[in-house]
Antibody
Framework: QVQLQESGPGLVKPSETLSLTCSVSGYSVSSGYNWGWVRQPPGKGLEWIGNIYHSGSTYYNPSLQSRATISIDTSKNQFSLRLASVTAADTAVYYC????????WGQGTLVTVSS | DIQMTQSPSSLSASVGDRITITCRASQGISNFLAWFQQKPGKAPKSLIYGASSLQNGVPSKFSGSGSGTNFTLTISSLQPEDFATYFCQQYYTFPYTFGLGTNLEIK
């Protein structure tokens, strides 16, 4: 059974870069599927951030204005998210997801942007 | 971007009831539609993909239908564990987009 687990700082200062890693177990990220990130501001709905194919191709939500970068490390069976120039509006629970049918999600990690 | 409009935004129902939630896409998405259930403090759980295919392990009381722009999620014989927030999502084209959610509450 595939499992995903997010890790990274829970507090980031405004204008700095948010960095999160998703560790995958039970499935090799290089074997297939797309791997994505979704976020949810407190008390609000879900926003798709972007994804990376097992081949390395990436797609991002234009709403993030080119601030997001997703990368994959097949040797560690992980993929990562970097979000630059964060503001309070980026405060959210961040989820990593195995796409396709979005059948597997991490438990989520709350990232707060505050000085 | 494709806008996903869910209705109702909230719904009160009783244990044993059958309810239906609708999701409308601003343009045709074929059957690239998923439904999720989310409980407070938890990650969304995938219920249905491809508009009508049940995820492994999801009880058959959940069913989905629709194609193109209009979709429905039906839950029969509501049980206490079914009261949660439900989201639809299109994965037909980037950026993938979600509905705002339907909060299903116990009457």
């Amino acid at each position: 059974q595939v499992q995903l687990q997010e890790s990274g700082p829970g507090l980031v200062k405004p204008s700095e870069t948010l960095s999160l890693t998703c560790s995958v177990s039970g499935y090799s990220v290089s074997s297939g599927y797309n791997w994505g990130w979704v976020r949810q501001p407190p008390g609000k709905g879900l926003e798709w951030i972007g994804n990376i194919y097992h081949s390395g191709s990436t797609y991002y939500n234009p709403s993030l204005q080119s601030r997001a970068t997703i990368s994959i490390d097949t040797s560690k069976n992980q993929f990562s998210l970097r979000l630059a120039s964060v503001t309070a509006a980026d405060t959210a629970v961040y989820y990593c997801v195995r796409e396709g049918a979005f059948d597997s999600w991490g438990q989520g990690t709350l990232v707060t942007v505050s000085s | 971007d494709i806008q996903m409009t869910q209705s109702p935004s909230s719904l009160s129902a009783s244990v044993g009831d059958r309810i239906t939630i609708t999701c409308r896409a601003s343009q045709g998405i074929s059957n690239f539609l998923a439904w999720f259930q989310q409980k407070p403090g938890k990650a969304p759980k995938s219920l249905i993909y491809g508009a009508s295919s049940l995820q492994n392990g999801v009880p058959s009381k959940f069913s989905g239908s629709g194609s193109g722009t209009n979709f429905t999620l039906t839950i029969s014989s509501l049980q206490p564990e079914d009261f949660a927030t439900y989201f639809c999502q299109q994965y037909y084209t980037f950026p993938y987009t979600f509905g705002l959610g339907t909060n299903l509450e116990i009457k």
